[in-house]
């Protein structure tokens, strides 16, 4: 997954062991040794902007150790001092007596030599290999073809399934009218599966399994879940923002500040549900026999993805043997691992290989949303407009409540935080607090997860606090970050290259907002151009600035111009989810085709400071566009945007 990172990582890896680049190769390392080897590749699971930013470390260290052992084995080979050896591209070099040994000649002597246990790493400035950009190892079989992704397994003897759950979250099938189905062309069962949570046909073809089920009578149970709609959701919200929360940062006297400052500005902002929509549908291929397991998974954690099948299955995980395959988009929802129990369940039950797939309908509406979040925002201003009080107070649905109920610490859930009270503005009376209110709605890590929200949210907000105050969005961000410089560069790199001050034409506006989350800060500057006098048609222009990163340029000019950018703007223009039903797949159509669809300009960054550990590029990048396309609607409409899509709001100007 990613865009790059198996490249990426092989890089860091070849830098330190001194590879020949034209020689390295990279491929999928095996789980299932992964397990019998006590973790020995340490992490299967990708997400949360990880890739680089987790691993760099133990790869590098892995490199590094290869080298030195094949040093060790060439000097004592030749009889020399281990400190007047050195490598390069492959090879171990014996300067003083001319003599060379490939990697590959002293393989099984280095494989035998204790490993260092404190190596150093080069210094970025003698990188050679880590820092470039070399042509990535999946493109080709991207480009021909020959990649092969979850859709693209073949096994022999396999059949297919096409799946159906309850409409409703929670829903349970309360009878199933096999025989209607039965004598379909292709047909070979209905399945429904062990939780009653959903029914499968099995046919020799998809489009055949499918035809069947759409035909297959099958009646739901509700229960409580069908009571709940977004409106009673949002309501419980709103109510939860009037109860006491969780303190999660005060400092200072925010009450006494508040109350006698000279403005004050307060506001409420909304966010919904959001699905991941991710390019290629959900879907596990499973065989189940008497010897074992074994799945072909498109997953963000294939370690994940082999327990559940075992547990599925009803073996020891020893018994699983688990394939990743390439993935078409993850987003964060490929990190739940419902779509292979299911599998496994089905082809458990008819015997044979099943490629089970979600029709583009099932994924839209049982994904694994992000959370709904209100948030109640409040800001004390001086008589010369300098912020003395600050103070948001979030009420949602918790992720880790729902996943990682482990990872809650004293009532409140980080990851719906993020974005909030973690940002560097300094103000010296803050009150952050957060009111945990879930529903029956599955909720999981969305791209920027509590960022995706929050940036939103926050940089709103701020905006419209920096027009109260009468100063300029970035003067008045800047006075707020002086002593970050991390955020300062950010800042003002956004908009030097987002053109920020330049004088506007009729009907256009620009917004710009920051945010910091998985170890980087990004801005955005969006200009909304009103030709059709409708803001949401307009298209948005934005230059994007991300720090701390070496190789970020092609998320930034690459993968953003695509899938990120239109994911998150038209996260900001249409998506939505009205819950318990969720709704079909007509937004993501109209996102892809749309014939507005904004154009977009990225920006790579500075360059790192020396030895500084890079941060995440995939995730960050997101979080503060929806904000500034906002902001900018603002100059062109005078109406403050504070609940989304954008498609809700009458955005018509004078």
């Known amino acids: 997954m990613g865009q790059g990172s198996s490249t990426a990582i ?181 399945v429904k599966l062990p939780d009653d949570s959903a029914v499968a046909v099995v046919a020799q073809h998809f489009w055949q399994a499918k035809t069947a089920l759409d035909a297959l009578p099958i009646a739901w149970n509700d229960g409580e879940g069908g009571k709940v709609s977004q409106a009673t959701i949002l309501d419980r919200l709103k109510k939860g923002l009037d109860e006491p929360g969780v303190k999660v940062r005060h400092e200072g006297d925010f009450d006494g500040a508040f109350a006698g400052a000279a403005k004050k500005v307060e506001a ?126 979030v009420c949602g649905q918790s992720i880790f409540a729902y996943l990682l109920p482990q990872n809650i610490r004293d009532g409140w859930d980080q990851s719906s935080m993020d974005g909030t009270y973690n940002q560097a503005y300094k103000v010296p009376n803050v009150k952050f607090d957060y009111v945990m209110r879930n529903s029956h709605v599955p909720v999981g890590f969305w791209r920027s997860v509590g960022s995706s929200q929050n940036a939103f949210i926050t940089e709103s907000f701020v905006d419209e606090v920096a027009h109260a105050a009468g100063k300029d969005p970035v003067e008045f961000r800047r006075g707020l970050i002086q002593h970050n410089k991390s955020w300062l560069n950010v800042l003002n790199m956004a908009a030097e290259k987002g053109d920020w001050g330049k004088p506007l034409a009729k009907g256009q506006g620009r917004g710009i907002a920051i945010n910091a989350c998985f170890g980087s800060v990004t801005a955005h500057v969006a200009e909304i151009n009103d030709r059709r006098a409708r803001a949401a048609e307009g298209r948005p222009r934005r230059r994007g600035a991300g720090q701390r990163t070496r190789r970020p340029s092609r998320q930034h000019r690459g993968a953003e111009r695509r899938r990120r950018r239109l994911c998150a703007v038209g996260a900001a223009l249409w998506r939505d989810h009205d819950q318990g039903r969720p709704r079909r797949a007509e937004q993501l159509r109209q996102l892809s085709e749309h014939p507005d669809r904004p154009d977009a300009e990225g920006r790579k960054p500075s360059e790192p400071e020396q030895g500084r550990v890079v941060g995440g590029v995939g995730e960050p990048s997101m979080a503060p566009l929806m904000a500034a396309v906002c902001n900018a609607i603002f100059q062109v409409t005078g109406k403050r945007i504070r609940s989304l899509p954008l498609k809700d709001q009458d955005l018509k100007t004078a």
């Open 268 to 393: 409420e902002y909304f966010a919904p549900f959001l699905d991941h929509a991710c390019m290629e549908a959900m879907n596990c291929t499973a065989s189940v026999t008497a010897d074992g397991v074994e799945v072909w998974v498109p997953t963000q954690n294939i370690e994940g993805a082999l327990a559940a099948a075992a547990e599925a299955a009803g073996v020891p995980p020893e018994k699983v043997s688990a394939h990743l395959t390439l993935l078409g988009g993850g987003f964060g929802r490929r990190g739940r691992q419902d779509y292979v129990t299911q599998a496994v369940h089905i082809a458990k039950a008819v015997g044979k290989p099943v490629k089970m797939i979600w029709t583009r309908e099932e994924d839209i509406q049982h994904g694994s949303y992000r959370p709904i979040s209100r948030g109640r925002l409040q800001a004390g201003l001086s008589a010369t407009g300098e912020l003395v009080a600050y103070a948001h107070k």
């Open 10 to 190: 092989p890089q860091l890896l070849a830098e330190e062991l001194d590879c020949d680049w034209s020689k390295v190769r990279m491929e999928f390392a095996s789980v299932m040794r992964h397990i019998r080897e006590n973790k020995v590749y340490v992490s299967f699971s990708t997400g949360g902007s990880r890739a680089i930013r987790d691993s760099q470390v133990y790869v590098r260290k892995a490199g590094a150790t290869g080298r030195e052992m094949l040093k060790a084995a060439a000097a004592q080979a030749w009889g020399a001092p281990i400190a007047e050896c050195k490598t390069e591209k492959g090879m171990v070099i014996h300067a003083a007596s001319n003599r060379t040994a490939t990697y590959g000649s002293l393989a099984a002597a280095a494989a035998k030599v204790a490993p260092p246990t404190d190596v150093k790493f080069k210094p970025d400035a003698e990188w050679k290999i880590a820092g470039t950009s070399p042509p990535r190892f999946d493109v080709p079989s991207k480009v021909d073809g020959s990649a092969i992704y979850g859709m693209d397994v073949k096994v022999p003897g396999m059949v297919h399934a096409s799946i159906k759950q309850s409409p409703v979250f929670g829903g349970k099938v309360a009878s199933v009218d096999e025989a209607k189905v039965k004598s379909m062309p292709g047909v070979i069962a209905v």
